[in-house]
């Protein structure tokens, strides 16, 4: 199966920090989505990315898709108490699998 | 998106035993998802069901321990089978989105202890 790396595991930051993780990919993705899973709670979709390169905000997060469409990146700007979760991104087959990445932990001290 | 009812929330189970685990979807959908998340860990696709065929399993899942049942376009249930503490886990059904959205609604989850 696929095989898609994130880093960090773990990221502690200080209410107000920015906090970034990485999704890295050893193949070429059609599609890279981004998944937030609250303590005790299941994923939610944030957001899917397609093109090469191609980069969406949502308030105070940046999604980026690499131009040679194998890593991705989650940007989140002045992070609140409200984002702490984990973090997963995921890509979707042909088959309409969807495969996870291992996930950032995301912890915010007030 | 759909909303999906899945149930039991949690379960404390003894070796040796089975346990079935159900989701309900508000809207009909072609396929649904099985996950299983091991502690701390990310989610792992378990299987694939679609109604009328049988479920395809992903490496290293099999249906003598896994089976799934569809019996309908919303309605899956996973049974998880002969049970061992190592299949302590959570365990979600999952269905893809609308075509406008193409993210995945997951249920709640099942989360499984074996004893």
């Known amino acids: 199966g696929q095989q898609v790396m994130q880093i960090p595991q773990y990221q502690h930051v200080q209410e107000g920090e920015d906090f970034t993780t990485y999704c890295n990919s050893s193949?070429?993705?059609?599609?890279i989505q981004w998944y937030k899973q609250r303590p005790g709670g299941h994923p939610v979709f944030l957001i899917q990315l397609v093109k090469s390169g191609e980069v969406k905000k949502q308030k105070r997060l940046t999604f980026q898709f690499g131009e040679a469409k194998k890593n991705s990146s989650l940007h989140i700007t002045a992070t609140q108490t409200t984002d702490v979760g984990t973090y997963f991104c995921?890509?979707?087959?042909?088959?309409?699998?969807?495969?996870f990445g291992t996930g950032t932990r995301l912890t915010v001290i007030p | 998106s759909a909303v999906i009812s899945q149930k039991p929330s949690r379960d404390i189970c003894q070796r040796g035993t089975s346990l079935t685990i159900q989701c309900q979807v508000d809207?009909?959908?072609?396929?649904m998802f099985w996950y299983r998340q091991q502690p701390g860990q990310s989610l792992t696709l378990i299987a694939t069901a679609n109604q009328g065929s049988e479920a395809t399993y992903e490496s290293g899942f099999v249906i003598d321990k896994f089976p799934i049942s569809r019996p309908n376009l919303t309605f899956s249930t996973l049974t998880v089978s002969n049970m061992s503490p190592e299949d302590s886990s959570i365990y979600l059904c999952?269905?893809?989105?609308?075509?406008?959205?193409?993210?995945?609604?997951f249920g709640s989850g099942t989360r499984l202890t074996v004893v």
């Open positions: 999952s269905v893809l989105g609308h075509l406008s959205n193409y993210g995945y609604t």
């Open positions: 809207s009909q959908v072609t396929m």
């Open positions: 995921a890509s979707r087959t042909g088959a309409n699998n969807l495969f």
């Open positions: 193949t070429t993705l059609s599609n």
